[in-house]
């Protein structure tokens, strides 16, 4: 998936706001640090997609073979 600006042709340079609920494997040290060893995503939203060139929201599209606009 890719997106594309209908308003000025950005293809490269998004800012994307998204919501992602995640399982993360979490291994600690007995030291107290911890490093994230894995990670599963079960559920994910876009919710936004501005384009850095322009700043338009509503002009980026979602390129995914077929094209779709984005809601909101
Ligand atoms: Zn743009």
Redesign the pocket.
């Known amino acids: 998936m890719s997106f594309r ?1 209908d ?4 293809k490269t340079r998004f800012d994307v706001f998204e919501s992602k609920r995640v399982r993360t494997f979490q291994h600690f040290t007995l030291g107290g640090d911890m490093s994230v060893e894995e990670e599963e995503v079960l559920d994910h939203e876009i919710e936004k997609v501005v ?1 850095r ?4 929201a509503a ?2 599209v979602v390129e995914n073979g077929e094209t779709a606009t984005l809601e909101g």
């Open positions: 600006c308003a000025c042709g950005n384009c060139w322009c700043g338009s002009s980026v």
